[in-house]
């Protein structure tokens, strides 16, 4: 009798192990084939963010900062006139 308890312990626990097994391999092949069927895009990430382009200054303001510049002693009367002319010009 007590061989037959054993047998049996261990046949349970054998049955046990291997369907622990055929469970844990059929997750896995469900995990992967759900894998493949998610969309790719879901899983790229966001795009970079743009940064802003700062806007050329308009020909005014940069008259008005070459007559600044001019007032402030950092250019001469000559060099505005040059500077004026491409930019009106340009």
């Given at each position: 009798m007590a061989r037959t308890a054993v047998v049996a312990g261990t046949a349970t626990?054998?049955?046990?192990?291997v369907a622990r097994r055929q469970q844990a391999k059929y997750q896995t092949e469900a995990d992967a084939e759900?894998?493949?069927q998610t969309p790719?895009?879901?899983y790229e990430p966001p795009p970079a963010p743009v940064a802003p382009v700062a806007a050329a200054p308009t020909s005014v303001?940069?008259?008005t900062q070459?007559?600044?510049l001019r007032?402030?002693?950092v250019?001469?009367?000559?060099?505005?006139?040059?500077?004026?002319a491409k930019i009106i010009g340009g």
């Open positions: 626990a054998v049955s046990g192990r759900a894998y493949e790719q895009a879901a303001e940069q008259l070459l007559a600044a007032e402030q002693g250019l001469t009367d000559a060099e505005f006139e040059v500077e004026k």
